[in-house]
């Protein structure tokens, strides 16, 4: 299996959509009380920063829109410094941000 833009591009939607899933009827109380919920969906969103990390530059540059640096700088908030950690931030990530994403991906 080639693992080119078009691979990670294809893990980035699927990561997306389980959490789109996931999250579909969620509060931001129903989240805060579900600690699973919560490792499952900052796991994805750490896999949805590996993907867009193995992009192309070129691919990159062509959807200037999606904010790269965002994607990084927040799985790096969560793997090393996983105890503080913005619920609130991580809620409205997933249930707007991601959504927002999807939009962009999907067209791609």
Do not use: C
Not at 68 to 86: E, P, Q, T
């Amino acid at each position: 299996m080639v693992k080119d833009d078009k691979y990670y591009r294809d893990k980035l939607i699927e990561d997306v959509i389980f959490i789109m899933e996931h999250m579909a009827g969620q509060t931001p109380d129903s989240f805060e009380a579900d600690p699973v919920l919560q490792d499952s969906m900052m796991f994805r969103l750490i896999q949805i920063s590996e993907s867009a990390r193995n992009l192309s530059d070129e691919f990159k540059s062509s959807y200037a829109g999606i904010p790269w640096n965002a994607v990084y700088g927040l799985r790096n908030r969560i793997v090393h410094d996983y105890g503080n950690v913005s619920f609130t931030i991580v809620y409205n990530t997933l249930k707007y941000d991601i959504s927002d994403l999807y939009d962009i991906l999907k067209i791609i």
